[in-house]
């Protein structure tokens, strides 16, 4: 009769296996933790598949040089790991896929606000029209939720308490970057136009 799963204890020492096999196999199972995942993996979590007292760090490290030949790579986004192509192969990716410029399908403008958010978050739709000088419709705003890039933030502490708007960690991971002081800097996107160059809003933390 078959064992029920919760019965069935998962090991996580390796205890028969010599210590360099061990570690191999340590690392497979974070490489295919991290190949199952959508999104980042926290540490915590890789730690669940390996022996107690080693190291997800240096496990990562290794993994990360046995890749290096790859056309994918471990990365680090936020406060976890995920495994992404390599920014050499996007084109291959893209012309493959026939996704044309850019996954997201993103419109310039939404591109432009999108970054405005990114910089000046958490910020209302009014202070996106302040910086555009122009109304943000729902419907622009509706596009960067969809695609998970945006979330709802605190509501602004005035008069009828509006939404605010954040980026999200799936915004980080479309971008490649690790956190949002990964971001380029600001002062060439106000000269190029795109955060709008002199309006008071709050840095990202």
């Known amino acids: 009769m078959a064992k ?11 205890l028969d296996l010599p ?14 933790v991290l190949f199952a995942s959508a ?12 022996g107690q007292g080693a190291s997800v760090d240096l496990l990562i490290e290794d993994l ?3 890749l290096s030949e790859r056309p994918y790579e471990i990365a680090r986004v936020t406060e976890g790991w995920m495994l992404r192509t390599r920014a050499v192969y996007a084109p291959a990716i893209r012309a493959a896929a026939d996704l044309g410029d850019q996954e997201l399908d993103l419109r310039e403008f939404d591109v432009a606000v999108l970054a405005a958010i990114a910089y000046h978050q958490p910020i209302t739709r009014e202070g996106l029209k302040d910086i555009f000088g122009k109304e943000i419709s729902r419907d622009l705003i509706g596009r960067l939720h969809a695609r998970d890039l945006i979330a709802t933030g605190p509501r602004a502490p005035r008069r009828g308490a509006p939404y605010t708007f954040v980026t ?4 980080l991971v479309a971008f490649g970057l690790e956190s949002l002081r990964d971001l380029p800097d600001r002062e060439q996107l106000e000269d190029a136009g795109i955060t709008g160059a002199g309006k008071a809003h709050a840095d990202p933390a």
Request: hydrophobic share 40%.
């Open 4 to 14: 029920d799963h919760q019965d069935i204890v998962f090991d996580r020492e390796l």
């Open 19 to 32: 210590q360099d096999l061990r570690w191999r196999e340590w690392m497979r199972r974070i490489e295919a």
């Open 39 to 50: 999104s980042p993996v926290p540490t915590g979590d890789l730690a669940k598949v390996i």
């Open 64 to 66: 990360a040089v046995e």
């Open 168 to 171: 999200t960690e799936q915004f």
